[in-house]
């Protein structure tokens, strides 16, 4: 999720409307989310994908330190304290992180989901089975000038956080600036760039260069190397009967293990 800045495209994240929805992309079941006998089903559970096809358990250490930024209602951090011994997530949207609080601390969060019109029902949350809240801690902050308390990770998640912030290159060499000698960086984005997030002229796209090979421009400068790459649909559920069907490029780098941290 994008840092907040002044304009209505950012508040949104704020919103009753976006929680919702982000509470149900995270959290809901298979016959909510997606109730028709055919459809996208392979576009579902995409925080948990993000994890599962984009971490390499075993460069891990034991006690592994992990940090999920851009990570909205919590769901994949919570799915990182299944295998990492610490977890902070962390947002811009103080909503989005009293939501996973209150999931860390309750175990259960109600929300009201629309169903067409000014019609809603009510749909529950809950932290995955296997996960481990306490382990978890959830900060508001942005993703473009972390806290130099938060110290260096093992592992970042990135995911759909690219294409809304302000500056996307910016984004990746700070972020690789807090990863440790062979920790690895793990982002996803379906690259919809939108002015209203960040200006044009920062865009990692265009006609000769790829944005995997622009990102790849900026890490392998700092030592990290393309170990995985693949594609990750996901749905959106506006109402029961209108969806977003998108499709993010993941990719895993891995810092050499001889690397140092610049932590700016």
């Known amino acids: 999720m994008p840092p907040v800045v002044p304009g209505a495209a950012n508040a949104y994240y704020d919103s009753d409307r976006a929680v919702a929805e982000y509470l149900l992309f995270h ?45 909205a209602v919590g769901r994949a951090a919570f799915e990182l304290s299944k295998v990492c011994h610490e977890v902070i997530g962390l947002d811009a949207s103080s909503r989005f992180i009293e939501a996973a609080h209150h999931l860390k601390q309750h175990g259960r969060l109600p929300f009201r989901l629309l169903e067409q019109g000014t019609t809603e029902r009510t749909a529950s949350a809950s932290p995955p089975p296997g ?40 984004l990746v060499r700070h972020l690789a600036s807090r990863l440790r000698p062979g920790g690895q960086l793990i982002l996803t984005s379906p690259y919809t760039w939108l002015e209203e997030y960040t200006p044009s002229h920062a865009w990692l796209s265009g006609s000769h ?34 969806f977003q069907w998108s499709v993010a490029e993941l990719s895993t780098w891995v810092r050499d293990p001889s690397a140092g941290t610049d932590q700016r």
């Open 27 to 71: 959290y809901a079941d298979d016959e909510i989310l997606l109730p028709w006998p055919t459809g996208p089903r392979d576009a579902l559970h995409f925080p948990q994908r993000c994890v599962s096809e984009g971490l390499v358990t075993e460069l891990l250490p034991r006690e592994s330190r992990a940090l999920d930024a851009g990570c």
């Open 131 to 170: 996960a481990r809240p306490e382990r978890v801690r959830f900060e508001v902050g942005n993703a473009l000038a972390l806290n130099p308390a938060l110290g260096t990770f093992d592992l970042i998640l990135a995911a759909n956080l690219l294409d809304r912030v302000p500056s996307p290159a910016d």
């Open 209 to 242: 260069r790829s944005p995997l090979g622009q990102i790849s421009d900026l890490l392998e400068p700092a030592g990290l190397r393309l170990h995985h790459r693949a594609d990750l649909p996901f749905l959106i559920r506006e109402h029961a009967r209108k």
